[in-house]
């Protein structure tokens, strides 16, 4: 039996190229070509799904970049009615659009809720104004707020607010803040995670000053305990929801599922045959490039039934909950034997723990995942 199935779109322009973004962004220098690019995704689509026999339905899809939310409510209508023509939706899809706040504009997000997006994942960083301005954001603190509150207006009742700590001149406080005006925006999704140096990116090839890691792993902990109290339990490395608030479509990416994507750029997998014909993909990146294909350039990588354990680990281990060795024989199709001895080594140096048919990172582990990682390599 194939795993789930969920679908990424990149929309590859923002306002600007922020100096830590190592995503397949570009600043738009001219008019969106709304039109052309979302023909030339439904197009995209339709090479996959033939080319991969896709019979399944879609439980989940993802609109990334870039900013889609710079994407008028008639270019988003047609993208997801063209995508509806083409495969079944499953009930209740969860249709996740990113937002910046600098994009935000109250008829603008309400139209979107009406024509299927049920949930906002918006790009705040920090309340701090010093702190965006050094992360070379568009947007102010007061636009961040407001976000939120016209995301409310519009009646989306579920949407994430991204917060990074650990940035150029914060101080201990400053994460904790952060955290408390998101907790107070009453987002039922926070994704707080740390700043880092990604190659290819401005910072990388000047890097900034960063607190030290003293400061960063205290601001940490005391904004997760923050978070915790206030019932946003952490199912993720970085990933904190309300009861039942978590993001489904990342869920499907942490549990080894599958998903098509498109767009420039756009990576997918996909099951094809267990395990002899799991594949990855890729899309070409330049936006120019994407536009003017017709059968549109598509790398094919399978994995290795070698590399399999370790993909697999590597993915189901970031969520808390751990895995079951049931679901790693249905989406991988190996025998249980295939993950030792990594496995029983990981449980003797109490990196791992089995409870209830479930392996999941000790406290130990999860500082230490990396190490854990490194069991299964080969």
């Known amino acids: 039996m194939l795993p789930p199935l969920s679908l990424y779109i990149h929309i590859p322009w923002c306002i600007k190229k922020c100096p830590y973004c190592d995503f397949n962004s570009h600043a738009v220098k001219n008019d969106l070509p709304e039109h052309a690019y979302v023909q030339a995704l439904l197009a995209d689509l339709a090479i996959d799904i033939e080319r991969f026999a896709i019979t ?11 900013t889609p939310s710079l994407f008028s409510p008639e270019a988003i209508a047609r993208l997801i009615e ?13 249709i996740t659009l ?11 997000f309400a139209e979107f809720r009406a024509l ?11 309340f701090h104004n010093g702190l965006l301005e050094k992360l070379g954001r568009v947007h102010n603190a007061r636009e961040a707020i407001r976000a939120a509150e016209i ?32 907790i107070s925006l009453e987002p039922t999704h926070i994704s707080f995670y740390q700043l880092t140096l990604e190659p290819n990116t401005y910072f990388h090839k000047f890097p900034p000053t960063l607190p030290d890691d003293g400061l960063i792993y205290a601001s940490q902990k005391a904004a997760q305990a923050l978070l915790d109290k206030h019932g946003y339990q952490q199912y993720e490395v970085s990933a904190y929801s309300k009861a039942d608030r978590q993001c489904r479509h990342n869920v499907n990416y942490w549990q080894f599922g599958d998903y098509l994507g498109i767009g420039a750029g756009a990576h997918g997998k996909i099951s094809q045959a267990l395990p002899e ?6 899309k070409t990146k330049k936006p120019e490039q994407y536009l003017q294909a017709t059968a549109f350039e598509t790398s094919i990588t399978p994995i290795a039934v070698s590399e399999l354990p370790l993909e697999f680990v590597m993915n189901h281990l970031r969520l808390r909950g751990g895995f079951s060795l049931g679901h790693y024989q249905a989406v991988t199709g190996l025998a249980i034997d295939s993950l030792q001895p990594a496995l029983s080594q990981c449980l003797q140096k109490g990196l791992l723990v089995y409870d209830n048919d479930r392996y999941a990172c000790t406290e130990k582990g999860w500082d230490f ?8 390599i080969g």
């Open 56 to 66: 399944r339905p879609i439980s989940s899809i993802f609109i990334g970049g870039g």
């Open 82 to 94: 063209g995508i509806a023509a083409q495969i079944a939706l499953e009930d209740g899809v969860e």
């Open 98 to 108: 990113e937002a910046n706040p600098g994009t935000f504009e109250s008829q603008k």
């Open 116 to 126: 299927g997006i049920n949930r906002l994942s918006i790009g705040i960083q920090s």
């Open 151 to 182: 995301a409310h207006d519009a009646g989306f009742t579920n949407f994430n607010l991204d917060l990074m700590y650990g940035l150029p001149g914060a101080g201990f406080a400053d994460s904790v803040e952060d955290v408390q005006t998101a």
């Open 277 to 282: 014909q799991i594949i990855r993909t890729a």
């Open 369 to 376: 995942l990396d190490t854990i990682l490194g069991e299964f």
